[in-house]
C-alpha cells in the first residue's frame, strides 16, 4: 500500500494476514484530523477497501490521545466553505458504507470528530484509560456531522444529554449508552481486538459485505449530509465558534461562560 514519505506522515499502515491496520500517528497534533491526516486517511481507507487480500481493517493509534477532532489550528479564520469539516464526511461515509468490517481500537481520549470516526465503524473497543466527549458546543460549533453516525448508535436520552453539556464520560459509559461494543482493561485491549478480527474474518467476503449493507440500510446517511454539513462548515467559521476556537487555543474561558463569583 502506497503512504507519505516519512517527513509528512501521520498515519502508518500495515497489512498483514488479513488485516489492515490503519494507526493515527501524529501524537504532538493528538492526532487530530488536520489536512494531512484526512488526506492520508482517506487514501489509506480507499485502498484496503479495494485489496482483496483486506478481510478486516483496524483504525488504531499511537500516543495518549486517540483523535482529538477537527484541528483546530487550521480551522482559524477562512469562511464556511474553507473549513476543513468539509472533507470530514466523505471519511465517515467511507467507513459507514465500506463493504468491509471496520474495528476502533481506542486506547486513550477521544474528542467531538474523533468520537465520530470511532461510532462510524463496525465495532469499537475500548479500554479503561479511553474518554470521550462532544466538546463542540463548548468552542461555539456544533456535532452536526457525527451526528449523523453517533445518533443510529447511541441511546437517544444519552447521546442529547452529551451533546448538549460536552462533558466527559468513560468507557462504561459509552457502553451503557451505545457508542462502544467492549470495554476493557487497558492491557486486554489487543487480545480482545484480536479475537474481534478473528470472529469478523470468519465470515464470507460477500455475506459479510453484504449484511453489513443490510444493517446500515435503515439509516440515510449520504442523504443527511448536506444539510448537517452547511450547519457544521458555518458554525466552524461564524462568531462563536471563532471565539470558541481561540479560547481553546488561548487556554482561557470562552466570552459566554458565566464568570465565577
Known amino acids: 500500500m502506497t503512504s507519505a514519505t516519512n517527513d509528512d506522515r501521520v498515519l502508518s499502515v ?22 494531512a491526516m484526512r488526506a492520508q486517511l482517506r487514501a489509506a481507507l480507499t485502498e484496503a477497501f479495494a485489496d482483496d487480500a ?4 483496524v483504525l488504531d493509534h499511537t500516543g495518549r490521545v ?61 479500554g479503561s484509560a479511553a474518554t470521550f466527549a462532544f466538546t463542540e458546543v463548548r468552542i461555539g460549533v456544533v456535532p452536526a456531522v457525527i ?7 447511541m441511546l437517544p436520552n444519552v447521546v442529547h444529554r452529551l451533546m448538549l453539556t460536552g462533558e466527559v464520560f468513560d468507557a462504561t459509559t459509552a457502553v451503557a449508552g451505545g457508542l462502544v461494543d467492549l470495554a476493557v482493561p487497558d492491557d486486554e485491549v489487543d487480545a480482545t481486538v ?15 459485505a453484504e449484511t453489513k449493507r443490510l444493517l446500515r440500510s435503515g439509516t440515510d446517511l449520504p442523504g ?21 476556537i481561540a479560547a481553546f487555543r488561548e487556554k482561557r474561558p470562552a466570552r459566554w461562560v458565566p464568570a465565577g463569583d
Open 66 to 126: 486517540f483523535c482529538s477532532g477537527m484541528d483546530l489550528a487550521e480551522a482559524t479564520g477562512g469562511s464556511a466553505a474553507d473549513q476543513g469539516v468539509n472533507e470530514f464526511p466523505e471519511l465517515l461515509e467511507l467507513i459507514w458504507n465500506a463493504p468491509k468490517p471496520v474495528l476502533a481500537a481506542v486506547r486513550g481520549p477521544a474528542r467531538a470528530g474523533g468520537v465520530g470516526l470511532a461510532a462510524a465503524c463496525d465495532v469499537v473497543v475500548a
Open 54 to 57: 483486506v478481510r478486516v481493517v
Open 194 to 208: 484480536a479475537a474481534q478480527v478473528t470472529a469478523l474474518a470468519a465470515g464470507a467476503p460477500t455475506a459479510l
Open 224 to 244: 443527511q449530509i448536506p444539510a448537517l454539513l452547511e450547519l457544521s462548515a458555518r458554525f466552524f467559521a461564524g462568531e462563536e465558534g471563532q471565539e470558541g
Open 147 to 153: 451526528s449523523a453516525v453517533c445518533r443510529p448508535r
Open 14 to 35: 500495515d497489512v498483514s494476514a488479513g488485516v489492515a491496520r490503519l494507526t493515527l500517528d501524529s501524537p504532538a497534533n493528538r492526532n487530530a484530523l488536520s489536512r
